[in-house]
């Protein structure tokens, strides 16, 4: 877990380095085109305002893909480079603190998981597969997506 220690925050802001286990972030992915399995690292500083953390910093993170168009597996890098997470400590969102530390896990995983690519392409301009190979598509020839289809239907 990515534990912020409040006591260590009275004095002076605290900086963060170090890797997560992708296990630990717990993506919840059920999507074969997309893995998250390698570690993610971060390097951040947390700075105690009035009612609040402020957490700034760079997380990144290596995805294994496979292209939804060609079906070529690839590497997708995801840097964050200018991440701020503001964690409320009063109010109605205020997080929860176990033993004067606060768990910035679920702030990461979430803002990670908006920058996963719904439809993992090895390059944008991906032709795919040559005719008579093509994948199942959706109609739009966008390769439908298990997990992202589940996570439309939970929008609507
Ligand atoms: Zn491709």
Known sequence: MLLV???????????????????????????????????????????????????????????DCQCVRCLKSFEQRLVLED??????LAG???????NDCVDLTPFVREDMLLEFPSHPLCKPDCVGLKKGQAPKTD???VVTSAAWTELDKLKL
């Open 5 to 63: 220690n409040l006591r260590h925050l009275e004095a002076h802001e605290i900086h963060l380095e170090g890797e997560l286990a992708a296990a630990k972030l717990d993506f919840g992915l059920r999507d074969e085109t997309l893995r998250a399995e390698r570690p993610l690292r971060y390097d951040l500083t947390v700075e105690k305002m009035d009612d609040a953390l402020l957490v700034t910093g760079s997380l990144r993170m290596i995805l």
């Open 83 to 88: 991440w701020k997470c503001h964690v409320p």
């Open 92 to 98: 109605e969102e205020k997080v929860s603190v176990n």
């Open 139 to 141: 109609g739009k020839g």
